[in-house]
């Protein structure tokens, strides 16, 4: 996975965290308040569960498959992204992030620790 910092160097990035499967809150960098990171970690936790809970529903409905296991996702707001994979997330101004240098990035820490 790559470090936290190495996150921080993407265009726009202010605060990065790593969050577990049921929400638990790990490393953070950047200005992010505590209160605020502790939510964050519980919010990137339910959206990987969502999407999982969509995927398997989906799957067993239609038979289609491909769309598990999930690794990650993105939510934007009119000026924030939030972006998460494999257990880290960035927050970041959206005029300024990069997305395709952003999902990059988080493949090849995949690639590099399978």
Do not use: K
């Amino acid at each position: 996975m790559p470090v936290l910092q190495e996150l921080m160097d993407l265009p726009g990035v202010y605060g990065a965290i790593e969050f577990s499967c049921t929400g638990e809150l790990g490393e953070t960098r950047g200005e992010i308040e505590p209160d605020f990171a502790r939510i964050l970690a519980q919010m990137c936790a339910a959206n990987m569960a969502i999407y999982r809970m969509q995927a398997t529903g989906w799957t067993q409905l239609t038979g289609q498959g491909g769309f598990l296991p999930e690794r990650g996702f993105a939510l934007m707001t009119l000026d924030h992204v939030l972006m998460g994979r494999d257990g880290q997330a960035v927050l970041a101004h959206r005029a300024q992030f990069d997305y395709d240098l952003a999902y990059r990035r988080f493949n090849a820490a995949i690639e590099a620790n399978p």
